[in-house]
Nanobody, 117 residues
Framework: QVQLVESGGGLVQPGGSLKLSCAAP????????VGWSRRIPGKERELIAT???????HYAQVAKGRATVSRDNAKKIVFLQMSNLGPEDSAMYYC???????????WGEGTQVTVTS
């Protein structure tokens, strides 16, 4: 398990963008597949994006074309950038990490993003 701390949430205007960060203060992320999910109130948590140790990116349909997941292994940070936000993107966004070859994911506590005018 690795400790993950998200930041960067807040209020965003419709049509705006977000950049979330996820820091791993106590561990290296080199051997982890990382990603972002979100939970909209009343709905199941949904995967947004994942990034493998070989920098292969995968995006859920809801994020394709407007999201970018990236990592800085040296600084132990994972980023999520997402543009053209709408009220439907208001959610708690969570960072997660999984050691390649295992099934256990570590999760951060989340950062709230609210899209409102």
């Amino acid at each position: 398990q690795v400790q993950l701390v998200e930041s960067g949430g807040g209020l965003v205007q419709p049509g705006g963008s977000l950049k979330l960060s996820c820091a791993a203060p106590g561990d290296s992320l080199d051997r982890y597949e990382v990603g972002w999910s979100r939970r909209i109130p009343g709905k199941e948590r949904e995967l947004i994006a994942t990034l493998t140790t070989f920098h292969f990116e995968h995006y859920a349909q809801v994020a394709k074309g407007r999201a970018t997941v990236s990592r800085d292994n040296a600084k132990k940070i994972v980023f999520l950038q997402m543009s053209n936000l709408g009220p439907e993107d208001s959610a708690m966004y969570y960072c997660h990490a999984r050691v390649v070859g295992t099934t256990v994911r570590s999760w951060g506590e989340g950062t709230q993003v609210t899209v409102t005018s």
